[in-house]
C-alpha cells in the first residue's frame, strides 16, 4: 500500500515534511526519557506479587512432601512445584524439571547439551558440520542469539497471520538433515501477538525430520498471559503428538518470570520421557538442586493452575488500558495513512509494527532523538536483518500511562517523518 505521501505534488510533500519537522523540534525540546525497548513489566505488575513474599516466615516448615527445601536434593524441582508446573502445561508432572528463574537459561542449557553431548544417541551438533535453526520472523531476539552464539546458522521463516509458514517449514525440517531445530513461540508470539492455529501445531506435530536429532524448541512464555476475558487457546502440542503417532520431537519451556518477579521465579522444561532423562544426566552435571525455598515461596502461594490464571487476571486490568492507549494512538496518527500496519494482540507483551520499507531504522533512530528509546530496528530478525527494515516491536508494558501517551505521541512522528522524507528521497533518485 502507498502512503498519503506518495500521492502528493514534491510542493506538497515538501510542506508535510516541514511541519513534521517542526513538530519533531517541539518534541525534542521537552526533554523526553522514555523507555520501550524491552517487555518489562510494570512496577505495578511487580507490586500484585508482593504477597509470595510472606510465604515463608523464619518458622516456616521449609519441607514439600518430604523434601527438605533448605538443603541439597531434588535435582528436579520439588514435588509441588513440578505439578504446579505440569498443571499449567497440561503434561505429566514425570516429566517435568523446575529449575532456576529463567526459561531462556533453560533454553541455552539445552541447546549447550545437544552441542557438547548430542540428542538420542547422535553425534554432538558441533562434530557436524554446518547445523541450522529455523527462526520464524520476526521473532525473539534472545532466541537467535543463543544459537548465534553457538555458531549454528540462523535461517529466517517468514510468520503468517496463523503461525510460521509452515509449507516451507516442512520442507526444510523433512528435506535438510542439518535443519536440527526450530524456535517457537506459540501463544502471543513474541513480537506479533499471534497464536498458532490448530492447524499448525498439528503440522508441527506430524514433521518426519530428516535429522534424527531435530527438536522444536516451544517456548510458551505467555501461556497464562491472556488480555482478554476469552483468551487465544493453544492446542496442547504432546496431545497432537500423540494422535500424530510423533515423539521425542517437542521441548517445551516456561517460566514465572511474567507472573511474579522477573528474575526471582521458576522456570521449567517438559518433553519426552526419553528426552527428559537426557535432559537430566546433562543437567546433573551442572547443577546439584535449583533454589528450592523459591520454589516453596510459589507454591504456598498458588495452589494450582487456576490460582495462577486469577493473580494473572490482575495483570491483564493493569496491561490492558496500555495496549488499548497503543490501539487508539497509532489508529489516530497513523490510521487510514498507508504509512504503516500493525498487530491486534490478545495477550503477550508486544504490539508489532511494520512501516513502509527502508524506514523502520530510521524511525527508532528518530524516536531516539526525540527521547524514546525502542528496541533496535531489525533486531526481530536473525542477525538484526530485517531485509526489508519495516519491523519494530512496540513494549508498551513498563512505562506509566502518561509516559506511554508521551512516547506514542513521539513513535507518530517519527513514522510520519521517516516515511516523508523516504518519499522524497525515492523522488530524488
Known sequence: MDSIYHGMSDEQLGQAIAELEQQADELRAKGLKLDMARGK??????????????ALAADSDLTDEGVDAANYGAPDGLPSARRLAADILDVD??????????????????????????????????AQGEVKF??????????????????????????????PDMDEVVRLV???????????????????????????????????????DFRI???????????????????????????????????????????????????????SPADMAELRAGFGIERVCADKICQLMHVRSFADADAIREHMRAHARVLRPRFDLVESKLSEGLGGTGIATWTHPRGGYFVSFDGQPGTAKATVALAAELGVTMTGAGATWPYGNDPQDTNIRIAPSYPTLDELAAALDVFVVAARLACARAERASRAN
Open 41 to 54: 513489566p510494570s512496577p505495578e505488575q511487580v507490586s500484585l506479587s508482593s504477597f509470595v513474599l510472606d
Open 134 to 163: 529455523l527462526c520464524p520472523s520476526p521473532g525473539y531476539d534472545r532466541h537467535f542469539a543463543v544459537t548465534d552464539h553457538f555458531g549454528i546458522t540462523n535461517v529466517p521463516i517468514p510468520m503468517r497471520e496463523d503461525g
Open 174 to 212: 523433512e528435506g535438510d538433515a542439518s535443519v536440527k531445530g526450530i524456535w517457537c513461540v506459540p501463544k502471543y508470539a513474541n513480537p506479533t501477538g499471534i497464536t498458532y492455529t490448530d492447524e499448525v501445531v498439528r503440522r508441527f506435530a506430524s514433521l518426519r525430520p530428516a535429522a534424527p
Open 217 to 271: 524448541f516451544w517456548d510458551n512464555a505467555y501461556i497464562v498471559h491472556d488480555l482478554a476475558d476469552d483468551g487465544d487457546t493453544l492446542l496442547n502440542v504432546f496431545d497432537a503428538m500423540d494422535g500424530a503417532g510423533t515423539t521425542d520431537l517437542v521441548y517445551e519451556f516456561a517460566s514465572t518470570s511474567k507472573v511474579t518477579f522477573p528474575g526471582s521465579g521458576m522456570a521449567w522444561v517438559t518433553a
Open 93 to 126: 508432572p514425570a516429566n517435568v524439571v523446575v529449575s532456576g528463574s529463567s526459561s531462556l537459561n533453560l533454553m541455552y542449557d539445552v541447546v549447550a547439551n545437544a552441542w557438547v553431548r548430542g540428542i538420542g544417541g547422535n553425534k554432538p551438533w558441533s
